[in-house]
């Protein structure tokens, strides 16, 4: 893997983001008086709020794992950064500029050079589309090519992502969860994006075809220079293939770290338990309770419910990200960098 340490900027980066959901605005009017009489409150009265106060800046080249649970707000992070959702407040930045505020040609560039694959590959394919026409509908939105080249384009595309090349004129139907994987990826390939955002894409495979696809994402990266942003809950995964993980809960960052830092670093007690659930050990860190409903958090620190350190503060004060050197930054009340404590 690359060292990140030597890794530049990356154009793409979030300041100070947050998003609510607003449910109710999308459910019936009898639903949401049935909840409302379930509940004895307004469905969704306060909104989801699925992503909270993120700074996060990519690195050019890297292979960022974005972790956390069922729930914690990765997939939705991973949304953000594509400009599929814009944040309610915060700012999504491209080369500096708000991607809410690019003008048509500056986010038809966005949507080039930013690309993401879903955890479902069948339902982001048009059924009634061919593999040909599935890759080449990109090409002709942005206006790439004549006929001919685009013919060839294709071929090419379907060859690198390991599909035959009689796939061209089957459809999505036809393939193998595997092979419908390998042609999002040809899809997403095909305007040559500088930053590809995986979202789950292994998990809805099976076992035997996940390594395949693991190992084809890792080749394309270094082949194509790509900055990959891989979203999973499968924590031992991504300390084998991430440069960087950042882990979320709650819809808040709890933890950016280099991969060399991994067991150095004075870890979140959060990311202590997932160490310690994953690997099966360490009853001391075994996580207990459920994570936080989004559409009431705790005060505080999101994870003070389950938190075996939390003291006072930690229910009503919000922690923030503190950088405690380059490679590591934890948003924790107990974890203190060595210059911030000398401060106090
Ligand atoms: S801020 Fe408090 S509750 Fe949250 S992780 Fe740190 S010690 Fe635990």
Same mark, same amino acid.
């Given at each position: 893997m690359t060292s990140p340490t030597s890794l530049t900027a990356s154009p793409l980066s979030l300041e100070q983001v947050n998003l609510t959901f607003h449910p109710r605005r999308s459910l019936s009017l009898e639903l949401s008086t049935w909840l409302k009489r379930l509940?004895? $409150?307004?469905?969704g009265s306060h909104g989801i709020? %699925?992503? $909270?106060?993120v700074n996060l800046a990519l690195k050019t080249g890297e292979i960022l794992a974005i972790v956390g649970e069922s729930g914690s707000g990765k997939t939705t992070l991973g949304r953000l950064m594509t400009g599929l959702y814009h944040p309610d407040s915060g700012r999504v930045l491209w080369a500096g500029r708000e991607v809410a505020g690019l003008n048509n040609k500056s986010r038809k560039n966005f949507r080039r050079r930013v690309q993401i694959i879903f955890q479902d590959p069948g339902s982001s394919l048009?059924? /009634?589309?061919t593999a040909k026409a599935v890759v080449e509908e990109a090409l002709i939105i942005h206006n790439l090519g004549s006929n001919t080249e685009r013919h060839q384009r294709v071929a090419a595309l379907l060859k690198e992502v390991g599909l035959p090349t009689e796939a061209a004129g089957r459809f999505s139907h036809e393939f193998s969860g595997g092979q419908r994987q390998r042609l999002s990826l040809a899809r997403a390939l095909a305007l040559d994006p500088e930053i590809l955002i995986a979202d789950e894409p292994v998990s809805a495979l099976d076992v035997s075809i996940q390594a395949q696809i693991i190992n084809l994402l890792l080749n394309l990266r270094t082949r194509r220079a790509l900055t990959l942003v891989f979203i999973s809950h499968d924590l031992p995964l991504v300390r084998i293939i991430a440069d960087r993980l950042a882990i979320m809960y709650g819809g808040r960052l709890m933890e950016v770290v280099d991969k060399s830092l991994l067991g150095k670093a004075p870890h979140h007690p959060y990311v202590l338990s997932l160490w310690a659930s994953a690997s099966g050990g360490g009853n001391n860190f075994i996580l207990k309770g459920e994570p936080p409903d989004p559409a009431s958090p705790p005060p505080g620190c999101p994870f003070a419910p389950r938190? /075996?350190? %939390?003291?006072?503060i930690c229910h009503v004060e919000i922690p923030l990200m503190t950088n405690f050197n380059p490679g590591f930054a934890c948003a924790c009340h107990r974890r203190r960098s060595p210059t911030e404590a000398s401060n106090r």
């Open positions: 509940s004895g $409150r307004p469905a709020q %699925a992503v $909270r106060g048009n059924p /009634r589309f938190c /075996r350190e %939390a003291i006072d």
